[in-house]
């Protein structure tokens, strides 16, 4: 069986993919750059962050920067934010607009 903490993260997945008014046939697999990577955001949405080796994820406003202590999963993010993932092996990422 799944662990509660898996079963969390998977809930609140849910629902904030449930928020987003998209379609997810709408979303985007943008380039992924050179460690760190760092991603724009051009409009509100979700990143999906997954696989590749990810030592860090941060959240970037106004220039400056708050890891989100994760390696992995969805971040929303604000029109001008920007995400930054740093890794060794190339994440997939995964824009879906909101």
Same mark, same amino acid.
């Given at each position: ?5 898996? *079963?969390? +993260? @998977? ?7 449930? +928020?987003?008014?998209?379609? /997810?046939? @709408? %979303? %985007?697999?943008?380039? /992924?750059? &050179? &460690?760190? @990577?760092?991603?724009?955001? @051009? ?5 999906? /962050?997954?696989? =590749?080796? *990810? %030592?860090? $994820?941060?959240?970037? +406003? =106004? =220039?400056?920067?708050? &890891? ?11 029109? =001008?934010?920007?995400? +930054? ?7 997939? /990422?995964?824009? $879906?607009?909101?």
């Amino acid at each position: 069986f799944p662990s509660h903490d898996t *079963i969390t +993260r @998977a809930l609140i997945v849910n629902a904030l993919v449930d +928020r987003v008014e998209t379609p /997810v046939e @709408a %979303s %985007s697999t943008p380039v /992924v750059p &050179s &460690s760190p @990577a760092s991603f724009v955001v @051009a409009s509100d949405g979700l990143y999906v /962050v997954s696989g =590749g080796t *990810i %030592s860090a $994820i941060d959240y970037g +406003r =106004g =220039g400056a920067f708050t &890891s989100l202590d994760v390696t992995g999963g969805v971040v929303p993010i604000k029109h =001008g934010d920007t995400l +930054r993932v740093t890794y060794m092996v190339a994440p997939t /990422v995964r824009f $879906i607009p909101q």
